[in-house]
């Protein structure tokens, strides 16, 4: 990790956005305590982690991207020792387990093993565990992963409901649309540096006031007056032999703009206007689109 800082208010959903091996569960792991930074410091409710670990720890729920079930316990039973390991009495943790399996539309398997539910039964299962000694702080590494449609929007309307009731989230995640859907504000991490935060709008702004236009055309045989044309108005954020991505130097009218990429010395085969993606600001700050 290369001087990555962030905060995630209560109530927030704070997403971490980026390809595998970017640095998210590293980002989880510092955290939760599992990794000491070399320098800087995780704080969590103005408190220094390393200062009182045991106390900080217990603000926090961790839901794993590996699932941390016990395959031969039912849900239930899991939910249990979950709420025990973490300091709840057999009898709190009982209740608690209830009202869970209630929340998570899991009361009629509760009693079945883990070994015999679904992927996305287990992610709900592990997404309970977390959330037994209701911490202020919830960290999600990647929860949806590997599992159906269905299953992922139970789980993100569960986090939703979360959020709407105080609890802080951070949330990694390589999918676009969980992050634009999801997320008040979302920071783009990549090779353990954090190149940008802010909010879904103020990511796209970065990329000509929420303007980029497509051009479809044989750019690799255009000659090189096009690009000195081209650079007066606009911006390249993206570029290949058949199509160029641009964003306008300033907030202008898009016919205007439309009007001027079309005069281009060049048989231009489409041009449309476009609001820029989350995959499109993250290619614009890395040169790389976010699955690769």
């Known amino acids: 990790m290369d001087g990555v800082s962030f905060q995630v208010e209560p109530g927030e959903i704070y997403g971490l956005l980026g390809p595998n091996g970017a640095g998210k569960t590293t980002t989880i792991s510092i955290t939760c305590g599992l990794l000491k930074p070399d320098a800087g410091e995780v704080r969590v409710n103005g408190s220094s982690f390393w200062s009182d670990p045991v106390k900080t720890r217990s603000m926090m729920g961790v839901v794993p991207q590996d699932l941390a079930l016990y395959e031969e316990l039912t849900g239930r ?18 209740k608690k387990a209830s009202d869970l399996l209630d929340a998570l539309s899991m009361s009629d398997r509760a009693n079945d093993t883990i070994k015999h539910y679904s992927g996305g039964m287990k992610r709900r299962i592990n997404l309970g565990c977390a959330l037994m000694h209701q911490p202020k702080l919830l960290l999600l590494d990647e929860p949806t992963v590997g599992i159906d449609p269905q299953a992922r929007a139970s789980i993100l309307e569960f986090v939703r409901d979360l959020a709407k009731n105080g609890t802080g989230i951070l949330y990694t995640t390589h999918y676009l649309e969980e992050a634009e859907s999801l997320c008040q504000r979302i920071g783009i991490i990549d090779k353990g540096r954090l190149l940008a935060e802010g909010s879904l709008a103020e990511l796209q ?13 044989a750019f690799g045989d255009a000659p090189a007056s096009i690009w000195d044309q081209l650079g007066k108005g606009f911006r390249i954020v993206q570029q290949s032999d058949t199509q160029v991505l ?31 993606s989350l995959n499109d600001v993250f290619l614009q700050l890395t040169g790389r689109e976010l699955r690769d």
């Not at 306008?248 to 085969?269: A, G, K, Q, V, Y």
């Open 77 to 94: 039973e899991n939910l249990i020792f979950w709420g025990q390991i973490a300091g709840l009495g057999k009898p709190e943790a009982k």
């Open 205 to 217: 702004s970065r990329l000509g006031k929420g303007q980029l236009y497509s051009m479809e055309a």
């Open 246 to 276: 641009v964003a306008p130097h300033s907030d202008r009218d898009p016919t205007d703009c439309l009007r001027e990429l079309l005069e281009l010395p060049i048989h231009m085969e489409n041009v449309t206007l476009k609001r820029p």
